[in-house]
């Protein structure tokens, strides 16, 4: 992060007092409070907002890979998010990330502080979600860690939990299990965009990964609060990358989507991944698929832990649409190509004056 950038977007580190307020929740102070966004209209829990679920077994199988293949292309254009189901991922990798989440978040603050985030660099470390000004200071009611994932040598080991002992290679072999998911997903919704696997997954995995591309991930930790109308757990926003693969620690709902100008909840199914297009997607699909604005609601009573795997992509150093989809020129791009540091760049800016950087793209 360059001088320019840390002076649009901040972060702030949890104090003894913010761990006492999580604790206790009896009255919200007003830096927590968010009234204007928690008053957005919901839709009542009896109806919840039920995602297309993919069956990872139905794409893989030849007999129904076709019908499932051309329902994720309808859950990506029409939707921006869906469950899947059957992802193959090892269960065992993911049972140890969870255990190890749930002990890290569980360790006294000192102890949680030992990673927090460092000087300018907010974008890793342990504290609060970041923010800018036209958040207007408010903070999320939230803790949490943020950390480069790959390729490995773009990770900041200082950062990386020794508390439990079990999370680095925990974390180390969820990575590399998110990466294979990850890459399953996109080799489908190739097929469904009418594009060479090579060229979408290049996009995301291809030559030089700390070129734009790479993995992130954030751990989110959800205290329950007794004032849940007056708060936000993440305000609403859209994600930058690419593709993002969220995993539920525990059975706690609190992920909202906003969908004909109402935010309605999300059921997550046990044992399932809840998938979303990133802003990045967007662009390379050419507008083809969409990304969908979100946060999160703390529960009453409970309190919510969530992994979210966030797959960066690029097409040679830019954020573009893909060239296949453009046809050798016949097809117009619907978006602006743009170096990928101008991208991050323009994201940061745009959270500063509470708008959508995407949109700034559009042609």
């Known amino acids: 992060m360059d001088a320019a950038e840390s002076k649009l977007i901040c972060r702030e580190k949890v104090t003894d007092a913010t761990a006492s307020l999580f604790a206790d929740s009896v009255e919200v102070p007003e830096r927590f409070t968010n009234e204007i966004q928690a008053a957005v209209v919901v839709v009542g829990e009896d109806e919840a907002h039920e995602l297309p679920v993919i069956d990872m077994a139905n794409l893989l199988d030849p007999k129904s890979s076709a019908l499932e293949t051309a329902k994720l292309g309808s859950a990506c254009r029409n939707w921006g998010f869906f469950q899947v189901t059957n992802h193959g991922a090892d269960e065992a990798a993911i049972q140890r990330m969870k255990e190890s989440t749930v002990q890290f978040f569980n360790l006294p603050l000192e102890a949680k502080n030992a990673i927090a985030f460092r000087g300018e660099n907010v974008y890793e470390g342990f504290g609060h979600h970041f923010s800018g000004p036209a958040s207007a200071g408010k903070l999320d009611w939230a803790e949490c860690v943020l950390l480069a994932t790959q390729p490995i040598h773009a990770r900041n080991m200082e950062l990386w939990p020794t508390s439990p002992p079990t999370f680095r290679h925990a974390l180390d072999r969820y990575s590399m299990e998110m990466m294979n998911l990850a890459r399953r997903l996109l080799g489908f919704m190739a097929t469904d965009l009418g594009v060479s696997r090579e060229a979408l997954l290049g996009a995301f995995f291809g030559g030089d990964a700390a ?30 990358f690419g593709l993002t693969l969220l995993l539920h620690v525990d059975d706690t709902p609190g992920l909202q989507i906003r969908r004909d100008g109402s935010w309605f909840p999300v059921k997550p199914l046990p044992g399932a991944f809840v998938v979303n297009v990133g802003d990045v997607l967007v662009v390379l699909t050419n507008g083809a698929y969409r990304s969908v604005e979100h946060r999160v609601v703390p529960s009453a009573e409970k309190s919510r832990a969530t992994i979210a795997t966030f797959q960066d992509a690029c097409v040679e150093g830019m954020v573009r649409p893909l060239p296949e989809l453009l046809n050798g020129g016949e097809a117009q791009a619907r978006y602006k190509s743009i170096e990928k540091l101008e991208y991050r760049k323009g994201n940061v800016k745009a959270l500063d004056e509470g708008t959508r950087f995407l949109d700034s793209l559009k042609l």
């Open 211 to 240: 070129g734009g591309k790479g993995q992130s991930m954030s751990f989110h930790h959800y205290p329950p609060c007794r004032h849940p109308d007056k708060v936000m757990g993440i305000a609403p926003h859209t994600d930058l």
